[in-house]
């Protein structure tokens, strides 16, 4: 089955910073990356997606890129704001076939905290 | 247009007894998933359901637990006999399409706490 890794799993930046966080995924078959945000007490909100046919896609202050050679993808924030403090999780599925029917394999996650 | 509901957002058992956790997909979404968060972790797969019937179960434990999503009414997840390692958060998501053509909407969750 699909082993999603995500590091790091805390990372701190100072207001206006940028951030990046990194997502490595096992099976080949996966072709669908979203990007969830929670925050403490609530479910995990859809912030972006990218499917395989493309490399990268941005969205305002968020991009994603996909890497799928190196089976490898990234979460970039620009200009972080503290609201944008909670934790971040990476996902991974297969899309529309298989035996999978689109479970996300999730990775473990990182909190990200933005100083004022 | 409302969102996944779920209830209760928190639920307190002790150790033998039962949990029934509940969840309402958004209007007009027939496929149901439902993960698992223990502390400090990523949410793990558990169960897939479409309205009366178990598609995929393969992240459920075989003993204990069961789910099902009647053709009126919510998703239930039943938990019997529950046990301390039972604590943990429950989400479900839910999906307007089955096979992850469309992406997954999550509920606020259940909090579950077994003494």
């Known amino acids: 089955g699909e082993n999603v890794e995500q590091h790091p799993s805390t990372l701190s930046v100072q207001e206006g910073d940028s951030a990046v966080i990194k997502c490595t995924y096992s099976d080949s078959a996966s072709n669908y990356f979203p990007w969830y945000k929670q925050e403490l007490g609530k479910g995990p909100q859809l912030i972006i997606d990218i499917r395989s046919n493309v490399g990268e896609k941005k969205d305002q202050r968020i991009a994603v890129t996909l890497n799928k050679t190196a089976k490898h993808f990234s979460l970039h924030i620009t200009e972080t704001q503290p609201e944008d403090s909670a934790v971040y999780f990476c996902a991974a599925s297969e899309r529309g076939g298989g035996t999978s029917y689109g479970k996300l394999t999730f990775g473990q996650g990182t909190i990200l905290t933005v100083h004022p | ?115």
């Open chain 2, 1 to 115: 247009n409302a969102g996944v509901m779920q209830n209760p957002r928190h639920l307190v058992r002790r150790r033998g007894q039962e949990a029934r956790l509940r969840c309402s997909p958004m209007k007009g979404h027939s496929h149901v998933y439902w993960y698992r968060q223990l502390p400090e972790e990523g949410l793990k797969f558990m169960v897939y359901l479409q309205k009366e019937n178990i598609i995929d179960e393969s992240g459920m434990p075989k003993e204990r637990f069961s789910a099902e999503f009647p053709k009126e009414g919510p998703s239930i997840l039943r938990i019997q006999q529950v046990v301390r390692g039972d604590s943990a958060a429950y989400f479900c998501a839910s999906s307007p399409l089955g096979g992850g053509y469309n992406e997954q909407f999550f509920g606020p969750g259940t909090r579950l706490t077994v003494l």
